[in-house]
Each structure stands twice: as structure tokens, then as C-alpha cells.
């Protein structure tokens, strides 16, 4: 299982992006999966999680209100809309997938719960 992931780019503060998380190699669409951030000298965190059927989400409280994340199964797509981005916002981002986990089960163990990743895209929001 491949993760393509893209969207990143350099924007200023209060202005939108979207990310895009593409799978290729067998469907997902039995797993959660979510977008983890790696700002430079902290450690990755989960920042939004989507379950399988994309019914039920979750978001760091960061983040709340700001980002949306969806997935759409028949294009093997996860999105992470991000609005009113800020300055610490800025990080690496990275789509990950579990392998038939739940999405409590991403949201319990995090990283751990991860079996596929993304290689990563950067955001970097200017004041």
C-alpha cells in the first residue's frame, strides 16, 4: 500500500489549504485514517482521524473548529481541509492509515496504530 500525499505548500496567516491523501495498492476503505503533524523539534501528533465509513471524526484541540477532515472511498481519497491557518500550524504533514483499526483505535495508541504513511508534505504558515 502506497500513501501519495499533497496539498502543502507556503500561505499566510488566515488563508486556507487543502491536503489530499491518495492510496494505491488494495482500498483502505476498511480502516481509519488520519493526518499526523511533525513540527521542527516536537514530536508527531495526531491532528485529525476519520473512520472508515467517514462518519465520525476526530480533531486535536488545536485544531477544532479550523480543519475538516473527509474521505472519499471511491476515490481512495482523504482530505484535510485546513481554514484560518496560523503560524503554528506549520509542520510536515502526513496522511497515515491503520490496517482495519477504528478510529478509537487510532485516536487511543496514535503513531502506534499506524501500519501505512504518507512521505509527508510541508505547511508553512507566515505571520
Known amino acids: 500500500v502506497q500513501l501519495q500525499a499533497s496539498g502543502g505548500g507556503l500561505v499566510q496567516a488566515g488563508s486556507c489549504l487543502r491536503l489530499?491523501?491518495?492510496?494505491?495498492?488494495?482500498?483502505?476503505?476498511?480502516?481509519?485514517v488520519g493526518w499526523f503533524r511533525q513540527a521542527s523539534g516536537k514530536e508527531r501528533e495526531l491532528v485529525a482521524g476519520?473512520?472508515?465509513?467517514?462518519?465520525?471524526?476526530y480533531y486535536t484541540d488545536s485544531v477544532k473548529g479550523r480543519f475538516t477532515i473527509s474521505r472519499d472511498n471511491a476515490k481512495n481519497t482523504v482530505y484535510l481541509q485546513m481554514n484560518s491557518l496560523k503560524p503554528e500550524d506549520t509542520a510536515i504533514y502526513y496522511c497515515a492509515a491503520t490496517n482495519g483499526r477504528s478510529l478509537a483505535v487510532l485516536r487511543a495508541l496514535g503513531r502506534k496504530a499506524v501500519e501505512y504513511w504518507g512521505q509527508g508534505t510541508e505547511v508553512t504558515v507566515s505571520s
Open positions: 489530499s491523501c491518495t492510496t494505491s495498492g488494495r482500498t483502505l476503505s476498511n480502516s481509519a
Open positions: 476519520v473512520s472508515a465509513s467517514g462518519g465520525l471524526t
